[in-house]
Structure formats: structure tokens, C-alpha cells
């Protein structure tokens, strides 16, 4: 188990060990242990620019918590800024192309300004990421049971043999039948589901505490995407791992995600519990998100519509970026950035308007 | 009843994927066929919507290929106003103006060299439907603010324009020949939600507007559900349910489509334990006996692993392919 050896920060963090993180809240109980839930994961004022610290600012100002087993979904639209929060927190995006900003705290510990090598040992290892499509994920000469080898070892001390044993295990964890005929396949030998879940088994390798799942069914069809979100879960619920679950899909986030994250051109505009923000959502973005989306026996002849298009990052407008598309606005809209604010239901929306029925 | 508009009878399209000649003598592999659509029947009435919903490898976008002339059936016949349509070998330039085509991809559908004014005004020019460039201009103008642009927007080149963009001028395009049914493959796949919610509502406007008839084919069934009148199920290369949509989306036949109804996120069913369709779909070359789903199939038996279901008209109208029905098993 690798855990960050860390200077800890003089701020009061009740940190829980990895231990702890394994057993569930009434396990502990049982255990006569009183633990305070320390987050997973801590984002506070991340902030990504382009280029230096003048370059427009992708993402801005962003700040969350992840407990352990929890599924925090992200959504926006193309350019919001969700992929760039996922490849921020494994700390992938480095100058001179981005210039990232703020803290994010890995188990109580900082690690936005941890050493590269350091970095290297977390990623794959404590914090791992899912990616979108499974082909480009996974390398194409070697077998999977080569890369899944190769990526246990370097992460757990362990004899090759013990990797493969280790290997089939996971396999079989994320549901690929015959895993140990398997591991000599390629890639290009599996199904895009199989392949899939063969990402997450090397997602799994490094014993993860948190995954970073950024589109992780968008290639897929509409049965294998159940699936693999299913799996997500269980892994989820099962494992005690927190999940960042990267998506543009609303659906996916109802089914999968404790909380969840709107996004909008790159600021966060509405965060709170799935059911919450899904059945009355703060912002008029989410709103007209949720909207637009078509639902099966709606019947409506039109769909609402959100007036405009996204604007370009570099060029966004003052005060909310949202106030030119919004039907809503007031003068303050116009010229001062709201941040968010607590709403009922344990949202938080970064709006202006009061809180209306 | 109308006469319909469009009539499918058949439709069958092969490839053959067969190793190279050499490889087959001298490893002694077989030839290996792909059906990727097998024995398809539907007719689209005017004015109206089909939908057709299936996953990737289903044979949808074979099917629309074939229907726009973009390759020829293997056997099988397709009719447009009761006539056979002929569209590969460029005998039927009717048809031909008459059915026209929107892609998924607007990156790739559009020529990046060509302005926007040269995409949409080349089937004018190909059609002979403008008799001089001013004419030509006029229409074009006109078609892009009918696709909800700015008719100045027609000097740009396609990089300029955003997806959703690009999406309304491959709209535009497809208009241009003053077509009657228009053949849409995903065309709202690539996009995200609120500009697909513009994108569709142009489309319905347009089919509203202009009288159009529209083949909607997506493998996102809220989509589906909110754009068609009747839609068709398909799986691996068979039509296998086909109905109204009020009837299908209330009490679906085949299993498949039961499980597809089930499978779909929906923003109602929150943290719902879901019991998601078991395996995957099978490879199209190498398809199961009998009914192409019994592998995953709840209700098969050794009926259903033996021989294929043809589809059997419904009491209330549409068809459906399955055994278990058939036989008041299910």
C-alpha cells in the first residue's frame, strides 16, 4: 500500500488510514471507532490557465470535496471544463502549456505541489484514471496480461507469478469470463465493452483509493454502458473508492452519482446530491441543461432550448458567464461573478437569484 | 390510409470479408459473408417519422446507405412513391433530388475547402434548380437562415462554425434539392444536449414546414421516443420489433427492445439498482442459430436456438420477430 509520505499541512485534518477507508460507517461504529469522515479527495480554487498566468482560464476557481465511496459526477457541455478537473487532480496538465493553481488535497495531504516523482508512484497507483475510449487506453503490441503485469509490479511489491495470479483476479473482479485464457489476448482481440472493463482492471491494479473516470461509456452502446456503470458502483461501494465520474450524460449521472458537479465554461455553476440538483436544480443552466434533455413520455412537440452558444473561454463576459443566455438576468449578472452559495437541499448554486420556490 | 412514401422489401445487404484468395487455398479458410442486413421490411407513410433504434453493428447505417443510394443492395427492393428506386446506377434522377442524406459527423461530412455557400448551393448547380449564380445566391441565403444561420454565414469555411453549426449547415445541404424524405444517421450523436435540443427542433420545424418525410435513425431511444411516429427495432441486421411509437414505448414486445427500454438512463430512475442486459451483441459474422438474440434472451428456448422467428404482424398494428410471442409464451 502506498500512501503519500507527506509534510502535513499544520491545518486540522482529521485524516483516517486506508484502513479505515475499507470499513463502512457502521462497521466502525461497531468497532467503537468515532471517525470523522476526512475527505478522499479536496479541490479548493483549482484554477487551470492557457499558457502563464494571464492565459484565459479553463477552469476557474473550482472547489469540492470527495468522501471515501462516493461517486461525485461531473457534467457540462464540450469545453466546460470536466476533463480538464480530471487530468488536473493526476496533475497532467503541466506548463508551459497550463498553469494550474489552488490546492487539492489527497487524504488530508497536499499533492498539487507534491515532486514529479512522487506523483508518479500516486498516479496508477492510489489515484487512477479511466479513459474514454478503451482502444487508445490500452497499448496495442503487448497483451493485456502483460500490462496488467507490468502495472500491478510496478505499484505492489510483488513476483511476477503473484502479478499474474493477481492479474486473473481482477479480471474476473470486473467480469471478463475465461480471464485466465485471457491474459494472452490483445486489445484488438475484445469487444469495446471487454476492453472496457479491461481499462478498469488496470485501473484497479495499483489497489486505487480514488478513480478518475473521465467518459468512461461514451463509445459505448446503451447495454454495455449499464454495465460498466454498474460495475463502477459495485467497485465503488465494494472497494470504499471514490469516483470522479467525468461525463456528459445526465442519465449516467442519475444512475451512478451520490452528488454531482455542473459545470459551465469552465466555473462551477450548481453542486449538491444527484436527486437535488436533477428534480430542482438552482442555476438557470442547469435548469435549462435538464430541459433540454428529451425524456421518454414527455410528449412535448418542441424542447426547451437555451438560447446562444457557450462563449469561447478566452473571450468570456464579465460578472456570470452564464448572463448572456440567461433569461433571468439582473443588472448584478451583468458585472460581478457570483461564487456558489448554499441553497436548499445541500446545494450550492453560484447564482445571483434568491432562492425561489 | 396513405399510400406510403417509402417501402423497404427484403432489404438484404452482404459484405463479403473473406480473406485474400491466397490465404483461403493455402490455409484452407472458408469465404466468410457478413450479413449486415437481412430480409429488412418497413414503409414510411408521408409526413411521417420512422425511427430506427439499435446498438453499433445492428445494420442501421447499411440500411441507410442503401436507401441513399450510397450502395447497392445486396437483394431485396426499395420503392419510393411505388416506384422502384434505382439510385446506383444514376438512372433516377428523381429520387435522387428527392432523397437526401444527413451524416453524424459535421467534421467530416463537409468539405473543408469549400465554403459554406459552395457545400449548399452544389446540389442547386447539380439539379439544375438555379439558372444563374445570383439565383444560386439568393437560395442559398435563404436556405441557411430556414437552418437557423446567418445567410452571410454561407462565405465561411466549415472550421469557423461550431458543431451544432456545421450540424444546421449539413441541414441546409441536405434541403437544397427541395427533397421529400430525408435519411438522418445520428444526426445528433456528435452534439451536446442543448444544442441537440436546437438541432431537433429545427428538424421538426423543417419536416413541418416543408412536408418532409424522415428516416431517424439513432441509437439513443430518448431521442427516438421524442422524434418519431413509428419506430423499428433492429438487432443484428433484423428488423425485430416494429411499431407506433405511443405503442412501443408503453408495452414493448420483443425482449430486446424490453431490455433496451429498460437499459435507458433516465433522469426519474435515480441510483436505481439496475439490472442491465446481460453480455454483448454478437459478432455479425459469426451470428447464433436461430434467433440472433437468444444468447442473451430471458425466454429462449430450443425453438428459438433452432430457428429464426420471422416478424408476425401485431393485433394493433406493426410487427414483431420472436417465438416467445408467437407461441403465448411471453
Redesign the interface.
Known sequence: MIKPNLEMDPKPYVVATSSYLRLSAPELAQQGKEVMPAPLLELRDLTVRLGNAAGAAVLDGLTFQLAPGEVLGIVGESGAGKSVTGAAILRLLTSPLCQTSGEIRFEGARIDNLAEAQMQRLRGGAIAMVFQDPLTALNPVFTIGQQLVQTIRQHLPMSAAQARGRAVQLLREVGIPSAEERLTSYPHEFSGGMRQRVVIALALAGEPRLIVADEPTTALDVSIQAQIIALLVTLSRNRGMGVILITHDMGVIAEAADRVAVLYAGQLAELGPVAEVLRHPHHPYAQGLIAAIPKIGAGLDMLPQIRGTMPRIDALPPGCPFHPRCDRVMPICRTERPEPMPRSGGTLAACWLEESA | MTAPLVEVADLSRRFDVSPPWVTRVLQRRPRRILRALDGVNFTIAPQRTLGLVG??GCGKSTLARCLAGLMPPSSGEMRYEGRPIDLASRRDPRARRAIQMIFQDPYASLNPRWTVAQSVGDPLLAFGLAQSRAEMRAQVAELLVAAGLNPDDGAKYPHQF???QRQRIAVARALASRPAFLICDEPTSAL???????V??LM??LQRDHGLTYLFIS?????I??MADEVGVMYLGHLVELQAKSAL?VAPKHPYTR???E??????????A?A??KG??PSPLDPPTGCAFHPRCPHANARCRRERPLPTPLPGGGSVACHAIAEGRL
Do not use: C, K, M
Not at chain 2, 444536449?193 to 436546437?198: F, I, K, L, P, R
Not at chain 2, 437499459?263 to 436505481?272: A, E, H, Q
Open positions: 446498438e453499433s461550431s458543431g451544432g451536446d444536449v442543448s444544442v441537440q435540443a436546437a431537433l427542433n421538426r420545424r441509437h439513443n431511444l430518448t431521442v421516443e421524442h414505448f431490455l433496451l427500454i437499459t435507458v438512463p433516465s433522469l426519474d430512475t435515480l441510483g436505481r439496475s442491465p442486459l454483448e451483441v
